[in-house]
């Protein structure tokens, strides 16, 4: 019951979030010029609706990604982190595409991360990366295949090859984030 109450507040915040200052008149009761009681009354049913179904999904045995720490750590990470790789990685793949100079191949990383919400999270990071891409998780021991625009040739003298080659800090923030 306390993860469908949790899930179902947590739904209807992003709601409100995503559809402030959406309200028409300043008529309404409960708008404050931001949402109309129309709005409300959809977003707490819809918020019930998605809390039912994702209760189990959102919310598994702890509560650690409802520590505010962690999403303030989350919102520095894709602020200061993951923007300054990717604009890093903009920068390189436009030189290769200039140049023509790549060695594309498929690598083998272990970040070592162990929630499913870490690899997911660092598979998305790199995925949205320009210049490499998430294949496929191996999911005994947690090894990402990622398609790498330009394989170092001294990365691939260990394997799995380091992670800081392919992905940089990526997998610490996610550490710090999701386990």
Known sequence: MLAFI???IVCFIIYLLLTIGSATGASDFFNLGLWSNEEILFGVILSVIVGAIGRKIFVKKDFRMLNPVRWFTFLFYLFIPFFWGMAK????VAYRVITGKINPGIVKISPGLKTDLGITMLANSITLTPGTLSVDIDEDKNDLYIHWINVKKEALKKKPIDYKYVC????KWVRRIAE
């Open 6 to 8: 949790v899930t179902t």
């Open 89 to 92: 990685a903009n920068f390189d």
């Open 168 to 171: 940089g800090s990526f997998p």
